[in-house]
Structures are given as C-alpha cells and as structure tokens.
C-alpha cells in the first residue's frame, strides 16, 4: 500500500584519505558524511475526481526550469520498468537527468520484482543543502527555511565537490521504495532493509555513471562516516541494461544479496571513522571544479604502466592512512581535549600529502596542484588548525580541514581576504575562498518531516 507522503536525506561525503587507493579491494578510504543533505520528498500526485494519470514528476524547484516528467511501462520477459522522459511536458532545457532517471528506473524495477504495486501518479521533490553548491548571491536571506533558491539553471551551477550525485541516487530511490513498498517488504530501519537499499543504490548509480565506482560515496550515503573497503565490480557486471530478458530477477538477486555465487563482499567500518572532541573536520571552497572521472583515467594508466613502483607508493600511502585512522581513535579516547596533542596528527596528514603530491607529479595529474598546496599551507599555519587534505581525487573541488574550535574565528578572518600569489599558466584558477556551512556527521540516510518541504513542493 503507496504511503501518501515520504521525506528521505542522505548525506554528503568527504573522503579524507585514500583517494584512488579505495578504487583497489586490496586498500581502503576514511570517508565521513557531512551535514549537508540532499532530500527527497514524494506523495501522490493529486487529480481531480474521475481522473487517472500514469505519469511521474519530478522537480528541483532551486534551479530554473529543472523539471522531469516520466512515462513507464513494464517491458517483456521481466525486463523491468522502463521510464521514458515526456519530452513534450518537461519543461527543463537539461534534457536528460541521468541520475534521477536511472534511480527511478531500477527502483521501479525492483519493485515491480516484489510486488504488485500501482504506480499511478506521482510527485517527486528534490531539495539540497546551500553547501552543495557555490551560488554568489543567490541567497535570499530573507528566507525562514534551510534551503535556498540558486537562480540559475542546473547545468550553469558550480558543485563543491560534496557527493551530490550519491546522496541524489540515495535519498532518491530510498524515498521511492519507501513511498510503494508496505514496511513488510521494507524498511530502511534495520539492517537488511539498508543492506538492500545501499546495493540498489550502488547498483543505480554506477548505472548512471556508466561505470563501476569504488561506491565509497554511496556508502557514506546510506551508512554515514566509516571506514570503507570496497566492492568486487564483477557482483553489478551480471546485471545488464534495464529492459533486457530476466532484468528485474537479476536486480532483485543482487538487491537482496541471495545469489550464493555473487555476494556484496564491501566493508564497512563505522566504528574506525571517529573524530576527536574539539576538533571538526571543515570544508573550504575554491568556487572551480575537476573531473575526477578523467583524472582517475590517468592516475590508473600510470599504475599499470609502472606497476611495481605505483604498488609501492599505494602500500605506503595506505600505511599512512591507517596511521591517520587510529590517531584520530586514540585522540578520541584521550579524556581532556584541551590538553592533547595534536603534533602527531599533523605530521602524519603532511606525510600523506606528500605521498600524494609524489603521485600526482608521476601521473601528471593535479591532485594536489600547487595553488590548493599554497592555500593548505597557509590555513596551516594558523594556531589550532591541525592539518588539511585536497580529499577523494583531489583536483580543485573544496578543500579539507581539521580545526580545533578555538581556531574558527582565525580562519574565518584569514580567508576573507587570502588570495593567491600563485601564477598558473593553465588551468583553473582560485576563486573567492569561503568557509562551508558543513562539518563530519557521523549518521547516513534518516528519515525527515515532510513538513519541512512546504515552500518547495506543489
């Protein structure tokens, strides 16, 4: 039975270290959720009396003309569901939203796969946090909600590097199965209804990327900070295209982990993902971005090619990884925040980032480019600031910090005014730097009151 109203979030992610490493099975990433969310709001669609629509809608009422109407029907042979985009009706000038496409489309399927249920119609709302985005003067600050309305259309908005598109495929499918599926079937409460969550979501959004990611991302998603060790691509290789003969058994195979001879192996750790009291880990963003899917190219075809001295980097960048791990436990358990020590917790971020910066100059690729080391040097230096990473495939999305309290207004005062004497004679360049509104948030995905969404759904 269709729940008349669901409200899902998902956090955002930052991996603070092992990036590349968490692409091997044999290496693992510390990532932690951040407080900013993307939401996910769904209820029956209303019609008037005597009328029956077959149609889902999707909205993102924060940017301009960012709306998505889909058909659906279930193809032959256990195909799945199909969605297909009403072209003539959706008024977004982005044309395909692969991510939300995707998302419906194996939810639609998995369920379809399970039960019964009448689609009918449906209204989808999708919010997120201000950090998600780099939006100078967009916000009303008039406004008595969270979330803000960033002007532009989604295409021209400038990401901050934060997950969005995980956090999207989560909260999103979460959201439609909890809206169609009875508590019976589902529920994200426990642990096997979040096991089955986290894989079709996984499964949903290495679909949409066209590829088989680490999922670090997702997993932060569903399951919040941990420490995550990933999983074998070959358990989503089985699954073929939606649409395809026997589609919607293998999906429900895979979601539900029952095939003995293709089982979810990822690790996840929740209780090596801790951050010291006192201490919070902050976001700092550039205003530009990199694509990490064409670094992460590079970065690989280096590995193969130089396989023996790339295996002996990544051994010892994933040491200093564990050693990152533990510190962070061991100044956790320490009673008195005021008197630790924090020496040692730097040295070691500033030997991983020198590891890094010795992978990034052997690849040829920016991991750390030298303006975001200019930036993290500088923040460094100021008393109480601990250390700072360029985090997941580096590039020049938003930087990391780990900031003991007393150092916020420091920081704060530094960046208003901080600006580059970095010349670069290519790429991009360093815009205005600003302090994120996020810290670490240990929790994944949660339910939310929907009547937190009434400025934004129709």
Same mark, same amino acid.
């Given at each position: 039975?269709?729940?008349?109203?669901?409200?899902?979030?998902?956090?955002?992610? =930052?991996?603070?270290?092992?990036?590349?490493?968490?692409?091997?099975?044999?290496?693992?990433?510390?990532?932690?959720?951040?407080?900013?969310? &993307?939401?996910?709001?769904?209820?029956?669609?209303?019609?008037?009396?005597?009328?029956?629509?077959?149609?889902?809608?999707?909205?993102?009422?924060?940017?301009?003309?960012?709306e998505w109407r889909y058909g659906?029907?279930?193809?032959?042979?256990?195909?799945? &569901?199909?969605v297909v985009q009403l072209k003539g009706h959706s008024t977004s000038a982005q044309s395909r939203n692969k991510f939300v496409e995707t998302a419906l489309a194996y939810a639609l399927s998995y369920i379809s796969a399970v039960s019964s249920a009448d689609f009918g119609s449906t209204s989808i709302t999708i919010v997120a946090d201000t950090d998600y985005y780099s939006h100078p003067g967009s916000k009303d600050c008039t406004s008595p909600t969270r979330f803000v309305n960033f002007?532009?259309?989604?295409?021209?908005?400038?990401?901050?590097?934060?997950?969005?598109?995980?956090?999207?495929?989560?909260? %999103?499918?979460?959201?439609?199965?909890?809206?169609?599926?009875?508590?019976?079937?589902?529920?994200?409460?426990?642990?096997?209804?979040?096991?089955?969550?986290?894989?079709?979501?996984?499964?949903?959004?290495?679909?949409?990327?066209?590829?088989?990611?680490?999922?670090?991302?997702?997993?932060?998603? =569903?399951?919040?900070?941990?420490?995550?060790?990933? %999983?074998?691509?070959?358990?989503?290789? =089985?699954?073929?295209?939606?649409?395809?003969?026997? %589609?919607?058994?293998?999906?429900?195979?895979?979601?539900?982990?029952?095939?003995?001879?293709?089982?979810?192996?990822?690790?996840?750790?929740?209780?090596?993902?801790?951050?010291?009291?006192?201490?919070?880990?902050?976001?700092?963003?550039?205003?530009?971005?990199?694509?990490?899917?064409?670094?992460?190219?590079?970065v690989l075809a280096w590995r193969k090619e130089n396989h023996e001295e790339a295996m002996l980097l990544w051994a010892t960048l994933q040491k200093g990884n564990e050693d990152l791990a533990r510190e962070l436990q061991r100044l956790t358990q320490g009673c008195n925040s005021i008197s630790q020590d924090y020496k040692n917790l730097g040295d070691i971020i500033l030997t991983i980032r020198s590891l890094i910066r010795e992978m990034s100059a052997k690849a040829e690729v920016p991991i750390e480019p030298s303006v975001q080391t200019e930036l993290l040097d500088a923040c460094c230096q100021i008393d109480g600031v601990v250390g700072g990473v360029v985090p997941g495939a580096g590039g020049f999305d938003a930087i990391a910090l780990l900031v003991r309290d007393k150092a916020l207004p420091s920081l704060q005062e530094f960046l208003r005014t901080f600006s580059t004497t970095n010349k670069v004679e290519s790429g991009p360049v360093i815009g205005k730097v600003k302090l994120l509104g996020v810290k670490q948030e240990m929790d994944g995905l949660r339910m939310e009151e929907a009547n937190m969404y009434a400025d934004w759904v129709r």
């Open positions: 039975m269709r729940r008349s109203t669901v409200a899902i979030s998902a956090p955002g992610k =930052v991996l603070l270290a092992g990036g590349y490493l968490v692409l091997d099975r044999d290496h693992t990433g510390l990532v932690f959720g951040l407080d900013a969310r &993307i939401h996910v709001h769904v209820q029956k669609l209303p019609t008037s009396p005597g009328v029956v629509l077959s149609e889902i809608i999707v909205r993102s009422p924060q940017f301009i003309d960012a659906y029907r279930e193809t032959e042979d256990q195909g799945g &569901i199909e002007n532009v259309p989604l295409s021209e908005a400038h990401k901050t590097g934060l997950g969005s598109s995980a956090a999207l495929v989560t909260a %999103f499918t979460a959201a439609v199965l909890t809206h169609y599926l009875d508590q019976s079937q589902l529920t994200l409460n426990s642990e096997s209804g979040r096991a089955c969550l986290h894989n079709i979501a996984q499964a949903a959004h290495c679909a949409a990327q066209g590829k088989v990611g680490s999922g670090f991302d997702v997993a932060a998603a =569903v399951y919040g900070s941990c420490v995550y060790r990933r %999983f074998s691509s070959s358990i989503l290789v =089985v699954l073929g295209e939606v649409g395809s003969a026997g %589609f919607s058994k293998r999906l429900r195979a895979v979601v539900e982990d029952s095939d003995p001879s293709n089982k979810w192996d990822m690790r996840i750790d929740k209780s090596a993902a801790v951050m010291p009291h006192g201490v919070t880990l902050l976001m700092c963003d550039i205003d530009c971005g990199s694509e990490s899917v064409g670094m992460a190219k590079k």
